[in-house]
């Protein structure tokens, strides 16, 4: 069977996860990468044997002709980026957030569909492992319908110092970490109908918010309180894990440090290790995502060899988007956000 061939745009913090992983994974060829920083690229194509070095983008995709192009750069250039790959005919996964504006992201979900190519995004808190876990619990009934639940990721790690932009970010911890638990939320309970956001900033170096406290409505009659903090001074901290409790009509569950999911039902209690594996290039405690990184862009592949739409699509994740933009109008009205 041929191999996808794939290319990575962006050389930069977390990019060596998606190097490592496309390269374990069968079915997939890394065959170019490209960085606007020519120190950047020429390791990472040394690193990781990649065959094609480009410093240009349009370059790069005229001369090595990807299957898929993997977008692992800041925000502010996807759009820019994920519109030439449409205009290519190219096939696209670009990280989060999608983009600095919903217009941003509306127009890169319109460019694809207008060239007729898989636009995924990388959201990859839903794809851990621990997370389908939950999800696997909550699908076969077991605690029945989820009537509450809690999403959290409180921390004190300096995520600033291997990506100092998030200084200067005026839209910062929802926007970075929130998207994540936010979609979560919907990936758990379903679509969300009313939000009320509270923020704060502890950190007076960085210009945006660094705490936040969400409470949604969903459709289905859930309540989900979504919460996440920079500033944690709990001990031990546990990034980067996610902590989620849900209590349903029949039972409950709750996904606890060290991935340890105790689910309650009939009046008995058990509890599983839900812990992600290790592989060759990850390590404790980034495990959890790096794992989840293989697995996103398994489900990526897979999407694109099927010719079928991704779970987190472009069109899917505007709708985690639009509980970001709800959460900030939430935050500076103080009132309740009706979606």
Same mark, same amino acid.
């Given at each position: 069977m041929a191999c996808t061939k794939i290319a990575v745009i962006g050389c930069g913090f977390f990019a060596p996860n998606h190097l490592h992983a496309w390269n374990e994974l069968s079915g997939a060829k890394l065959i170019a990468v490209c960085d606007i920083d020519e120190n950047k690229v020429a390791a990472a194509a040394a690193h990781y044997s990649v065959p094609g070095a480009f410093t240009d983008a349009a370059e790069m995709l005229a001369v090595a002709k990807p299957d898929l192009v993997d977008i692992v750069t800041t925000m502010d250039s996807h759009r820019m980026l994920v519109e030439l790959c449409a205009a290519n005919g190219i096939p696209v996964i670009v990280q989060k957030p999608f983009g600095p504006t919903p217009s941003d992201c509306a127009a890169m979900v319109q460019a694809c569909r207008d060239a007729d190519v898989m636009l995924m995004v990388h959201e990859n808190f839903r794809h851990q492992h621990p997370m389908r876990q939950v999800k696997a619990v909550l699908d076969a009934g077991?605690?029945?319908?989820? #009537?509450?639940?809690?999403? +959290?990721?409180?921390?004190? %790690?300096?995520?600033?110092?291997?990506?100092? %932009?998030? $200084?200067? !970010? /005026?839209?910062?911890?929802?926007?970075?970490?929130?998207?994540?638990?936010?979609?979560?939320? &919907? $990936? $758990?309970?379903? !679509?969300?109908? +009313?939000? %009320? +956001?509270?923020?704060?900033?502890?950190? +007076? &170096? #960085?210009?945006? /918010?660094? @705490?936040?406290? @969400? @409470?949604?409505?969903h459709a289905s009659g859930a309540t989900s309180i979504v919460d996440c903090t920079y500033e944690s001074r709990q001990l031990p901290d546990l990034f980067p894990q996610t902590l989620v409790t849900i209590e349903g009509t029949k039972g409950a569950m709750d996904l606890k440090s060290d991935f340890r999911l105790s689910i309650s039902t009939g009046g008995t209690c058990r509890t599983e290790d839900v812990s992600s594996p290790l592989r060759a290039w990850t390590s404790q405690p980034w495990h959890v995502t790096q794992d989840s990184v293989y697995h996103t862009q398994t489900r990526a592949l897979a999407a694109f060899a099927g010719g079928y739409e991704p779970e987190t699509s472009g069109s899917d994740n505007l709708k985690s988007y639009a509980l970001i933009e709800a959460a900030y109008r939430s935050a500076k009205s103080g009132e309740c956000v009706r979606l």
């Open positions: 077991t605690i029945g319908q989820a #009537v509450w639940g809690r999403v +959290s990721f409180r921390t004190g %790690y300096d995520v600033k110092a291997g990506q100092p %932009y998030l $200084f200067n !970010e /005026e839209r910062f911890i929802v926007l970075d970490l929130g998207i994540h638990l936010l979609d979560l939320a &919907r $990936f $758990f309970f379903g !679509e969300v109908k +009313s939000l %009320y +956001s509270r923020h704060a900033r502890i950190d +007076s &170096r #960085v210009k945006g /918010e660094d @705490m936040a406290t @969400m @409470m949604l409505g």
